[in-house]
């Protein structure tokens, strides 16, 4: 049977007490958490007082005091976003938010209220939307992808790269994703400061969130409306142009869906596998030492830091149960990826390597799982590696205990990441990442007045599989100026030549496993 529920304002204390085990039990001094203000700043250490007084499955307080469930077990979670008929994500459902307890001006509305998009979907709609935001996914060009984030990496280091110091979380990590995806959905004028700072605020639950929300989405309308006018070969195009026919208004939620997801769970993950690499010293000597490569850097930290701590939120379609807690049909609950990541019954040692074992939560699971995980993915993988290729001898510029986060109910992101390295000349934004940048080639000699026995040595002659434009490429050979005199018929003497040394080898193509590494770093 369903809990009755609470009595009007203004009634008898003693008969306005919630019933156990209902998410507003305890909302007396001494009574539930809150997930927000003084009490919350270290939310995990909220999340493990939970864990301990009510088990996988707790109530807790969102923003006004609003009664939600947060699932904190890990097989929890993945039962709750597994089971659509049980859970959804469309919030006209949400009790609170039908009988007036959640205002329109709360704090969260932007993530609250129902909107035409895949994420809040259910049944056919939910095919036919999603069908579409991973159709269009699908004709990403990853490669070029690969070679936009290398650029655009050296675009943000060459910002900074003869300072012989910076802060990687606002010179870096906030800008490299928000560049790479108005590349990707074909706005890359639109890509600035102003939308990275409205990225942000929007996810923080400020009283500017709105405000942010609203220019984020008219530059993405603006968009949509651009590309059904003149489609091009970007995500935009496709979107509009999928057998769904998304009308503009689902286009617009879908792109500002697919931005700010992409964006923020990026810039987050970008900053988590930095401040690891520059803080852990097993984790940055195995990982210079080849022993762990950026992207099972990046799947640790996936673990440990995930860029997002919870998705808000989740719905019950009926009266059940899960973790051994009652809930209610309209009840609202909180997708606790942090907390279920350091779930002692699937991580009793939170130090053990979690290399090659992607069951964590950072992506969520089930119908709503996030379709463009692979995105975020590369651009984590190129943009920090690329970065440490430019700047290898990089160390972080403070003490580590002096590093400040900031946190909110979606996430614990890092405030700022000072670094310290010996300066280094900008690059030409379309070269390899090198921490020393290659002279650009020398022009193509001759060597005039040469006697066939001048030139006969075997080092200086075409092998029989190396075309002759190839032959004696070095420098040590190809050693006499265009401009030097001919010789005359009379002289004889050959012009001197500098012979080969023993490291001068002919240019040839490179082997199987570099070509492999230029492919997967999209040069």
Known sequence: MTPEPLSPAGTDASTATPPP????????PGGLSRLYGPDAEDLGAVYEKLRAEHGTVAPALLHEDVPVWVVLGHSENMQMVRSPSQFCRDSRVWNRLL????????????????????????GDEHLRLRGAVTGAISTIDHRGVRRHINRATQRLVNAFCEDGRAELV???ADHLPMAVMCEILGMPDEYNDRIVQAARDMLRGTETAIASNEYIVDALMRLTALRRAEPKEDFTSHLINHPARLTDEEVGQHLRLVLIAAYEATANLIANV????????RFRARLNGGQMTVPEAVEQTLWDEPPFSTVF???????TELGGQRIRKGDALIHGIAPGNVDP??????????????????????PHECPG?????????????????????????????????????????????????APKPQQDVMQLPAAHPVRPPRPSRQVIGMTPSASASPSASPSPSQPPSQAGASDSVVSASVSAPAA????????????PTATSVPDRRPGVFRRFLRWWRGR
């Open 373 to 421: 995980q692979d995105i975020g993915r590369a651009i984590a993988d190129v943009g920090v590696d690329a970065l440490l290729m430019r700047l290898p001898d990089v160390k972080l510029g403070c003490e580590e205990h002096e590093l400040r986060w900031r946190e909110t109910l979606s996430n614990r992101h890092l405030v700022e990441l000072p670094i310290t390295f």
């Open 345 to 366: 019954r699937v991580r009793p040692d939170l130090k053990a390597n979690m290399q090659g074992n992607r069951s964590h939560l950072a992506f969520g699971g089930g």
């Open 313 to 319: 939120a989740y719905f019950a379609k009926q009266e």
């Open 170 to 172: 606002g010179q870096f």
């Open 21 to 28: 085990g209902c998410p507003a039990h305890g909302l007396s």
């Open 274 to 281: 930095l401040r690891m690499v520059l803080t852990d010293p």
């Open 99 to 122: 009988d007036g307890t959640v205002k329109p001006d709360h704090p969260y509305m932007p993530h609250i209220a129902w909107q035409p998009i895949c994420a809040h979907a259910e």
């Open 488 to 499: 005359t018929p009379a002289d004889t003497t050959p012009m001197p030549v500098a012979m």
